[in-house]
């Protein structure tokens, strides 16, 4: 049985900084995209950042570009989101997701397992 268990979430001030985790068990992840994405109340769910097996290939939406950074460790089956700079709008539930594919498959929406979500909170 695969679970995704996100923790890191938080309040946080405009400015301030959250590390996410995500760690997945219940079978081999080294071959899967992993990423994050996010839904901000009344919205739909967005894609944030994804990471490819190897932890070399990596996607950012553009608005997160500089500010957040995806990484993933192999041996751990984590991944992993640093967020700096913080905004208000940042504030949202964020999932974890995991493709059995590439991140351009995750990316799209081909999400195969999906975490529990935590919440992330920025005050101004």
């Known amino acids: 049985q695969v679970q995704l268990v996100e923790s890191g979430g938080g309040l946080v001030q405009a400015g301030g900084s959250l590390r996410l985790s995500c760690e997945a068990s219940g079978r081999t992840f080294s071959s899967c995209a992993m990423g994050w994405f996010r839904q901000a109340p009344g919205k739909e769910r967005e894609f944030v950042a994804a990471i490819g097996w190897s932890g070399v290939n990596t996607y950012y939406v553009d608005s997160e570009k500089g500010r957040f950074t995806i990484s993933r460790d192999n041996a751990k089956n984590t991944v992993y989101l640093q967020m700096n700079s913080l905004k208000p709008e940042d504030t949202a539930v964020y999932y974890c997701?995991?493709?059995?594919?590439?991140?351009?498959?995750?990316?799209?929406?081909?999400?195969?397992?999906w975490g529990q979500g935590t919440q992330v909170t920025v005050s101004s």
């Open positions: 997701a995991v493709a059995v594919g590439s991140i351009w498959s995750l990316r799209g929406g081909s999400v195969n397992y």
